[in-house]
């Protein structure tokens, strides 16, 4: 499994942490937002959500693990782009029904707000969890079913109620594309990964 990891500016002291938390697991991680290095674009919520549905949409990862302050503004930016599922994970709870119910590519944490004593902990926990199972087995079992069908209605939904991604991009403003793309981790993963190239 691919996972980009993007923070923002509000966030981007807590990007070890999560990178760290991340250590234990079976994935590739790409640490693609803000790493507080000092030499960054500037990235908000704004462009980090924008960074997420490109980063899905083109198939250059599999999951993205964001956030910002109260994980609210990601969730809210993420979401405005197809074949985003994304959910706010406060807890290994969270994350495991997320997993299990949801089967969602997207991760929105809180990262400022009650990020506080032990939340080292408490990351290393949700990441436990969100990989603990396969994705999309439901729960409880007897609602599998249900949830799966629920789950490509959505997609459904989704493909119907937005442009292409194409559009999309041709739509938004220049300099939020090329705010994006001037952050040289994210450009180097859409140039390298991704299975769906986009004109930008």
């Not at 609210?72 to 599922?85: D, E, K, N, T, W």
Request: aromatic content about 10%.
């Amino acid at each position: 499994m691919r996972i980009a990891v993007i923070n923002e500016v509000s966030s981007q002291d807590k990007n070890e942490k999560v990178i760290k938390a991340l250590e234990p697991f079976p994935v590739q991680v790409f640490n693609v937002g803000m790493t507080g290095a000092g030499n960054e674009p500037e990235l908000t919520y704004i462009h980090t959500g924008l960074m997420a549905g490109i980063a899905l949409n083109s198939g250059a990862v599999d999951l993205v693990i964001g956030g910002c302050g109260t994980g609210q503004g990601f969730l809210i930016s993420a979401m405005q782009y197809p074949q985003v599922y994304c959910g706010l994970i406060l807890d290994s709870l969270d994350a495991w029904l997320f997993s299990q119910i949801n089967g969602g590519n997207c991760v929105s944490l809180a990262l400022n707000k009650g990020f506080g004593w032990a939340a080292d902990i408490n990351l290393s926990y949700i990441f436990e969890k969100l990989f603990a199972d396969p994705m999309g087995r439901g729960y409880p079992p007897h609602r599998a079913e249900s949830q799966q069908a629920s789950r490509m209605k959505l997609k459904e939904v989704s493909a119907g109620t937005h442009k292409d991604f194409q559009e999309i991009l041709k739509e938004i403003d220049p300099a939020l594309i090329k705010q994006v793309f001037s952050h040289k981790p994210f450009k180097e993963l859409i140039e390298n990964y991704a299975t769906v190239k986009f004109i930008y």
